[in-house]
């Protein structure tokens, strides 16, 4: 799989999976607080990455946020 199509479907994934937290009224206001500010995190993360042309540590930075999530909130 190429690269730009791989980050495309990681961030479908981290999508779904924040569109699902929004939609879920099991999550308290500390948990969305907390989520609030690893995606704050994540997109400065994201931005300085793209800006530096380094996919591999974009992509690095997409997947750790994810499997933050999964492991977290699943």
Known sequence: ???????????????????????????????LEEIQNKMGELAENLEFFMDQGDANRFVYELKNHIQWMIKNYS
Do not use: Q, R
Request: glycine share 4%; hydrophobic share 35%; aromatic share 6%.
């Open 1 to 31: 799989m190429e690269t730009e199509e791989y980050i495309k479907n990681l961030v479908k994934a981290s999508h779904l999976i924040h569109e699902d937290i929004l939609n879920n009224d099991s999550f308290g206001v500390e948990e």
